[in-house]
C-alpha cells in the first residue's frame, strides 16, 4: 500500500490495513491517530516509538496471535499467512532440528509461561534454536525485554512490507 493511501483512509479502514502487523489494538489506533505522515521513514520512526511503551500486558495480548517457532501458523488472516512465510526455515529444517525446537519450546514455556517469540524472517532454524537455548538462561524481566524487542522487530518489519 501506498503511505498516500494510508493517510488517507479511514480511521477503521487504516486500523484494518495495519492489524496483521501486531495484535495489540492501542497501538494500531495510536498508529492510525498520528496520520497523516510525510514519508515512509517518519511513519516507522512513530511507530517504533509507539511500540518501546509496550510491557507485559502487550505482549501477552501479542503473543495471542503468534504459533510457536516450527508450529504451522493456522488460519486464512493475514497474520497468519505472514506468520508461515516468516517461519519457513524452521519448516523445512529436519526432524532432529524440529524435534530440538519443540523440546526448546516446552523449556522455555515453563520457565517463562509464554511462547517464544523471535523474528524469524532471516534466520535459520538453527540460529533460532540457539538463539532459544540462549534466551533460556536469561532472568524473568531481561528475557522479557527480549521478547519485546522481537515484537517490535517483527512489527516494524511487516509494517514496512505493507508500505512498500
Not at 15 to 20: E, K, P, S, T
Request: with cysteine; glycine share 4%; proline share 2%.
Amino acid at each position: 500500500m501506498e503511505l498516500a493511501t494510508f493517510n488517507q483512509l479511514t480511521a477503521d479502514e487504516a486500523q484494518a490495513a495495519i492489524r496483521h502487523c501486531v495484535a495489540i489494538p492501542p497501538w494500531q489506533q495510536a498508529l492510525v491517530a498520528a496520520r497523516p505522515f510525510a514519508s515512509t521513514e517518519a511513519l516507522l520512526a512513530t511507530a517504533d516509538a509507539l511500540a518501546r511503551q509496550w510491557q507485559q500486558s502487550e505482549l501477552a495480548a501479542a503473543l495471542s496471535a503468534h504459533p510457536r517457532i516450527g508450529e504451522r501458523a493456522k488460519g486464512a488472516d493475514k497474520e497468519s499467512a505472514l506468520s508461515r512465510g516468516e517461519q519457513s526455515a524452521m519448516q523445512q529444517a529436519d526432524h532432529a532440528l524440529q524435534q530440538a525446537m519443540q523440546q526448546g519450546n516446552q523449556a522455555y514455556e515453563a520457565r517463562f509461561g509464554r511462547v517464544f517469540l523471535i523474528r524469524a524472517k532471516g534466520r535459520s532454524g538453527e540460529q533460532m534454536l540457539a538463539e532459544l537455548q540462549r534466551r533460556l538462561q536469561n532472568d524473568d524481566s531481561a528475557e522479557q525485554q527480549e521478547a519485546l524487542d522481537q515484537l517490535r522487530e517483527i512489527t516494524l518489519l511487516r509494517l514496512k512490507e505493507t508500505m512498500q
